[in-house]
């Protein structure tokens, strides 16, 4: 039934619906496959594959209606155990979802549900209605989704001349064939020479992606750096189950589903081909075919660096995307499918010279593709090329376009002026345009990007539409023809008339395998997948001609590398251009998910407020009015400005809630990180992880990234020992390396600790003399824990060499400065022979904190309240001299005390006072007294950034600043950076607190050095 006699509001919400609903039965139903026993399961598929009837039925949608009718019939009798699950039944439920799928799909793009045969389908299922079996007949199994394989010939469904034709053409290809060379010992296998090539047309234009409404291509990139992770983890977890666990593998095989799903609607062309192969692989794993090996999970893991580095080439502003050649992955993924053996990946996931033995090529590997002087022709691709599913996809789509523009134009001969047969038109060649780049017809596309670029000029502009109908004639009549050629070429006939843009050659079908020289052989396929990868991820400007003559890895030259060192040399070059994921900064994520209990609280909030706001407006009245006494009023008007304080403070505490996320979108990439600076140093090491549901302010998650990621790099490269170090000191050969966070205060603690070697204060010191960081006297007089904290120092580094990993002495600084940035501090704890232990501090948000208003010489000032232990009074007599320095005993602990306004570098106050005001603060474990003119009150403020301007001075000891109700501007003291002026103070403290004699000697220690 056609949309267009549906009321399109109530059609958008079934679309939105029904995807839901199929996207929630497809998870459960691969679930179920490895729980059958799950009744729960079951309900929670059949219900919305009843809503999705019952939807349908009511719009009149037959076809869906009638496919999701039996889908629910046999769910009942699976629910009511007439029937056992099976994987067959499984599959068969799978394939009516991917059918209804499609034909939501056609009916939301093109109005109509489609030409989606459902027959079978409901054949399948009224058969196991009746039977309780799945009819399988051999080689007729539903594919799944994603799978793609060559078509296979057996001699059975050959005819006679055909199978000549074949015969001929094979011998043709191998009259010539190449010496072969030296085998490859894998360790298991006998791997023949395989050099996967990259694509010598490859065009790094960047083209436009086809997004639908704003925020689409920002929700896509989200979504797909979530898919990212999900794929990490799941690998991961994979490399860790020797077994091979069936529901990861499911996992996974979903993650690049979904990713390939997306990038296809938006025409992310190479991301699409990548992704496509890589379900392609994992499919074959999921059925049992292949074995899930380290191997494997290693490609695996390079593709998901790959499709990272693929996804950061996307420019959100101006929608475009910078491509990748992503053929040689390609290559190696459908080499590895094909021969179901994953020692073909050592060609992406080992270093360029490992392995400098020649490869072996055998004829069926090696041999010339073609022979002749008619290699040069470029025959039409065929069906082979794509996948079947895409295939078809493309013809129904091209053919329902093709007659709506046609009938548009019929109609706009008559009556120029219907400008919804306009905007059809243009909808209809648009969609032409989409199918063709995504199909890698780029001659096709742009010429009916011109096409529709001429529709959608004539539909803006007042000119008659009737002046354009001629010239659009003669323009589509073209267009079809090259649709028509192309279509042809797809369904493996190719015309004799065929366009002359390349296309990609294939295993040739038997009714085009006429007896030619030019026929190329479907034996190599080495060469004959490299370009059904080109073809499929639409690499280059169009699919690639056969270039048969142009590899010949059979063949190298003495003394020269070989073909597997060529191309381990072309990926490991590939790979290391800082585009690459590695060194790309992930970009910060611009929305965040929302508990809907949240949004319905604080919509009454917002009630609650605007009733108030109407309070305020009536006493207003009542005072121009006259009508009530004054201190009446006033009386109200106190209750209604308490119960306004109640609603702000219960609007801000919603909305930061509302803010929170859980630092598991953070500590989720150190798995991989650990997992391949593991492999990479040579050491055994486990990652534990506690606390990743603790929740920070989505600003700080963002932040802390960077600093984590050094700490984690520092602990493995150098805290953790060699194994055999490990062993001799008495300690298990892994390591072990903590990532935690939790609650703290009013603050997050996050704690980086190894189990290793620890830091030694004495070498530390050493070293900081060596490099000039600071004098032998300044060393000196450094206790161990300032010893430690010479590590956050600008270029130095401890490490006794610089590898790839860490020691260039550029990383602590960072994370220090970084963590300032975000009002924290960072906290150093080492045990020589035990390990070390970083612990960053971090504030909750950084929008609103509780402070303490202090006032020092005239001028207010915020301390944070997280950082103040207490406030006191003391007796200037009882203050003692130490080194020019002030100290108190303070409930039987010597406390230094220094004058804020010293530090500050204030006028002192001269009043001679008794009794002073303190202020305790504390920066970790250590703490300080400042001494202040006034203690003020608690009060909630607004942290504001000094700005660029302000940051170019030094502004030591501050932090940001607030505004005041009075519109007063208050600077935010920074506690951590105060302890730190405190230890550099020299000169005397003002004469105001009074002099003593010196004290015990014992409390010397306890003072700021």
């Not at 034996?523 to 010949?552: H, I, M, Q, W």
């Not at 251009?577 to 910060?588: G, N, R, V, Y």
Request: charged share 25%; glycine share 8%.
């Amino acid at each position: 039934m056609s949309q267009d006699f549906l009321d399109p509001e109530i059609l958008a919400d079934f679309f939105m619906e029904a995807k839901e609903h199929l996207e929630t039965i497809e998870p459960n139903l691969l679930e179920l496959e490895q729980s059958p026993e799950n009744l729960g399961l079951l309900n929670e598929i059949f219900r919305p594959m009843h809503s999705l009837k019952g939807a349908s039925g009511f719009l009149g949608l037959n076809k869906i209606n009638g496919l999701a009718h039996k889908a629910e019939n046999i769910l009942d009798e699976l629910r009511q155990g007439a029937i056992q699950v099976t994987s067959g039944i499984m599959d068969l439920i799978l394939s009516a979802t991917d059918a209804l799928r499609t034909m939501v799909d056609n009916l939301e793009e093109h109005g109509v549900e489609g030409d989606v045969d459902t027959a079978p389908i409901i054949a399948q299922i009224e058969h196991v209605l009746e039977s309780g079996d799945v009819v399988l007949e051999e080689n007729a199994e539903t594919q799944d989704v994603g799978e793609q394989e060559a078509d296979i010939l057996t001699p059975e469904v050959l005819e006679p001349e055909d199978a000549d034709a074949l015969a001929t053409t094979e011998q043709e290809a191998i009259i010539e064939p190449e010496p072969a060379g030296q085998a490859v010992d894998t360790g298991s296998t006998i791997m023949t020479d395989f050099s996967p090539v990259p694509d010598p047309d490859f065009d790094g234009t960047p083209y436009a992606l086809t997004t639908v409404g704003e925020g689409h291509l920002s929700d896509f990139l989200e979504e797909a750096q979530e898919i990212i992770d999900n794929l990490n983890r799941s690998l991961l977890a994979l490399e860790g189950d020797a077994g091979g666990n069936d529901e990861l593998i499911n996992d996974t095989f979903r993650y690049f589903h979904n990713l390939k799903g997306n990038s296809g609607i938006i025409g992310f062309k190479e991301l699409n081909g990548l992704t496509h192969e890589a379900e392609t692989l994992l499919n074959k794993v999921r059925k049992g075919v292949m074995p899930c090996s380290q191997g494997l999970v290693d490609l695996l893991l390079t593709v998901v660096d790959q499709i990272e580095a693929l996804v950061a080439k996307v420019d959100v502003e101006s929608g475009k995307v910078e491509p990748m050649d992503i053929t040689v992955f390609a290559q190696v993924l459908q080499k590895v499918t094909e021969e179901e053996n994953s020692d073909f990946a050592r060609v992406l996931t080992d270093g360029p010279g490992k392995g400098s033995n020649e490869a072996s090529s055998t004829p069926k590997e090696a041999a010339p593709a073609a022979s002749g002087g008619n290699s040069d022709e470029t025959p039409v691709a065929d069906g082979a090329d794509f996948d079947p599913e895409d295939v078809a996809l493309f013809e129904q789509t091209i053919s329902q376009q093709v007659d709506n523009v046609l009938f548009a134009l019929k109609e706009l001969r008559a009556d120029p002026n219907k400008s919804d047969l306009v905007d059809g038109l243009f909808r209809s060649l648009q969609t032409i345009q989409n199918s063709a780049g995504y199909m890698g017809f780029d001659e096709i596309k742009t010429y009916a990007e011109r096409t529709t670029g001429l529709v959608d000029q004539g539909r803006k502009t007042d000119m008659d539409f009737g002046l354009m109908v001629d010239l659009l004639d003669q323009e589509f009549g073209i267009l079809n023809d090259m649709l028509t050629k192309a279509m042809g070429g797809l369904k493996g006939g190719a015309p004799e008339d065929a366009p002359e843009k390349p296309a990609a050659p294939a295993q040739p079908k038997p009714a085009a395998a006429a007896p030619k020289p030019a026929a190329p052989k479907p034996a190599p396929k080495a060469e004959t997948e490299a370009p059904k990868a080109a073809a499929k991820s639409a690499d280059s400007a169009a699919p690639k001609p056969a270039t048969p003559a142009k590899p010949k890895p059979a063949a190298p030259k003495t003394g020269g590398k070989s073909s597997l060192q060529k191309a381990k040399a072309a990926v490991a070059k590939e790979m290391a251009k800082p585009d690459t994921a590695a060194s790309t900064k992930q970009k910060a994520s611009t929305t965040i998910r929302v508990d809907h209990h949240k949004l319905d609280h604080l919509m009454n909030l917002i009630g609650e407020l605007i009733i108030n706001r109407n309070r305020y407006s009536m006493l207003a009245r009542a005072l121009e009015d006259g009508q009530e006494e004054v201190h009446v009023v006033a009386q109200q008007l106190t209750e209604t400005t308490y119960a306004m304080a109640r609603i702000s403070d219960d609007l801000q505490d919603t909305i930061m809630k509302v803010r929170m996320v859980p630092v598991q979108t953070v500590f989720s990439r150190f798995p991989r990180l650990v997992r391949d600076l593991s492999r990479k140093s040579g050491k055994q090491v486990e990652l534990i992880m506690e606390g990743e549901e603790t929740e920070l302010d989505k600003s700080v998650v963002e932040e802390i990234g960077d600093p984590l990621v050094h700490l984690v790099r520092n602990a493995v490269d150098h805290g953790l020992e060699d194994e055999n170090e490990r062993v001799a000191e008495g300690k298990s050969p892994k390591g072990h390396v903590w990532l935690r966070a939790y609650h703290k205060g009013n603050s997050v603690a996050i704690e980086v600790e190894d189990d290793g070697k620890g830091i030694d204060p004495e070498k530390m010191r050493q070293i900081a003399v060596r490099k000039g960081v600071i004098s032998q006297d300044e060393a000196n007089v450094l206790d161990d824990r300032e010893a430690l904290e010479l590590i956050f120092a600008p270029g130095f580094s401890s490490a006794e060499k610089v590898t790839d990993i860490s020691g260039r002495g550029v990383g602590m600084d960072v994370v220090k400065n970084n963590i300032k940035n975000l009002k924290g501090s960072v906290h150093t704890t080492s045990e020589l022979g035990k390990g070390t232990k970083f612990t960053l501090t971090l504030p909750l948000t950084l929008a609103i904190i509780d402070a303490l208003m202090v006032q020092i010489a005239g001028e207010t000032f915020a301390i944070p309240l997280d950082a103040v232990s207490e406030t006191t009074k003391i007796e200037v007599d009882k203050l003692s001299d130490v080194n020019n320095r002030k100290a108190v005993k303070l409930r039987g602990e010597v406390l230094g005390i220094v004058e804020l306004s010293e530090l500050l570098e204030l006028p002192p106050n001269e009043n001679e006072r008794e009794i002073v005001p303190v202020v305790v603060i504390h920066d970790n474990d250590r703490r300080l007294g400042l001494v202040v003119d006034r203690l003020l009150e608690r009060q909630e403020i607004v942290i504001k950034p000094l700005g660029q301007y302000l940051n170019n001075f030094s502004l030591k000891g501050l932090s940001g600043a607030t505004i005041m109700g009075d519109g007063s501007v208050v600077l935010i003291l920074d506690p951590h950076e105060i302890y730190s002026l405190s230890t550099t103070l020299q000169k005397p403290t003002h004469k105001s607190l009074g002099k003593k004699s010196a004290v015990e000697q014992q409390q010397k220690a306890a003072l700021p050095q």
